[in-house]
């Protein structure tokens, strides 16, 4: 089955900490992998995708084949960071289907 | 450039009611999709179009909901008769290319609530 899992819910740390959304995924075979983010009264929009080997606003992934795991890491969390955070798996051969997992709301005090 | 538009932005119904759900996706994407956001939940692909075609509506519970795209550019999801278990998020996106080889613009969606 296909299926993405991120196990924490919230995930609260304080300005400067370093920050690591977990997300692990099932697939039989070699899966698309990317973070979504949807700010506070704004709608859900691309952050990073694995393929793309990329940094954006801080944030790196990568792919760990052999955990099968995708987290998403920021060496030094802002409080504008503060928002949901989706990991979606994409399939070979599916079109554009995308399986999300649950989200972690990260929250950065100050 | 608006974006994927995407309405109302809220619904308030009652059980057993029709109710109805329109999207412009942004000029030019040929694919569309639907998703349902249950609360605290990602979202979930309820069926996808390529252009006028639905190529993936495995997902959608066929007894109430209904989809349509007519020429290939706004389209509609409707769901008659609504049930307490319908209230979600649903959320529109398009993309430029098939098979899913570029990225996926959504909506800002529509928030229903069947009471």
């Known amino acids: 089955a296909q299926r993405v899992t991120q196990p924490e819910k919230l995930l609260s740390v304080f300005k400067g900490a370093p920050v690591e959304l977990k997300c692990n995924y099932s697939y039989s075979g070699s899966p698309e992998l990317f973070w979504y983010v949807q700010y506070s009264r704004q709608r859900l929009q691309l952050l990073l995708r694995?393929?793309s080997r990329e940094s954006i606003k801080g944030f790196t992934a990568d792919l760990n084949k052999g955990e099968t795991s995708f987290h998403l890491k920021k060496p030094f969390a802002q409080e504008e960071d503060s928002a949901m955070y989706y990991c979606?798996?994409?399939?070979?051969?599916?079109?554009?289907?995308?399986?999300f997992g649950q989200g972690t709301e990260l929250s950065v005090k100050p | 450039e608006a974006g994927v538009v995407q309405s109302p932005r809220y619904k308030i119904i009652e059980k057993k009611q029709p109710v109805a759900f329109w999207c412009n996706p942004i000029s030019g994407h040929n694919t569309l999709y639907w998703y349902r956001q249950n609360l605290g939940q990602g979202p979930e692909l309820l069926i996808r179009y390529e252009n006028e075609e639905a190529v993936d509506d495995s997902q959608l519970p066929k007894d109430r909901f209904s989809a349509e795209r007519l020429k290939g550019v706004d389209s509609t999801l409707k769901i008659q008769p609504a049930e307490l278990g319908d209230s979600a998020v649903y959320l529109c996106?398009?993309?430029?290319?098939?098979?899913?080889?570029?990225?996926?613009?959504f909506g800002p969606g529509t928030r229903l609530t069947v009471t």
């Open positions: 694995h393929i």
């Open positions: 996106a398009s993309s430029s290319l098939s098979a899913g080889a570029s990225e996926q613009y």
């Open positions: 979606a798996l994409r399939g070979h051969n599916q079109g554009g289907k995308l399986i």
